[in-house]
Nanobody, 121 residues
Framework: QVQLVESGGGLVHAGGSLRLSCTASGNIFSIDPMGWYRQAPGKQRELVAAITSGGSTNYADSVKGRFTISRDNAKKTVNLQMNSLKPEDTAIYYC???????????????WGQGTQVTVSS
């Protein structure tokens, strides 16, 4: 069974920083990509950032230059460093990973439980 466990998040003033981490565990053969999504109240879930096993990254325009995604393939961990946070970054942040399990035939999407990020003005 595959699990994604998130840590980090919390309450911060505008202009502050937070770091999110997510670790995958289970009978995993490969993970590609890993990333973070967020969902604000009344809005659809949106991609924040994603990173491939080779290190290629993709960011939402709204976070470019402020957020940095990184991963440790050996530890099956993805991190999101969030700087210069704005009130509009307030949302539940979800870790996402496309995973091929050792007994599987194709990659499937897995999600973390979500962690709240609140940025006060």
């Amino acid at each position: 069974q595959v699990q994604l466990v998130e840590s980090g998040g919390g309450l911060v003033h505008a202009g502050g920083s937070l770091r999110l981490s997510c670790t995958a565990s289970g009978n995993i053969f490969s993970i590609d990509p890993m990333g973070w999504y967020r969902q604000a109240p009344g809005k659809q879930r949106e991609l924040v950032a994603a990173i491939t096993s080779g290190g290629s990254t993709n960011y939402a325009d709204s976070v470019k230059g402020r957020f940095t995604i990184s991963r440790d393939n050996a530890k099956k961990t993805v991190n999101l460093q969030m700087n210069s946070l704005k009130p509009e970054d307030t949302a539940i942040y979800y870790c996402n990973a496309r995973i091929l399990v050792r007994t599987g035939l194709r990659f499937n999407d897995y999600w973390g439980q979500g962690t709240q990020v609140t940025v006060s003005s």
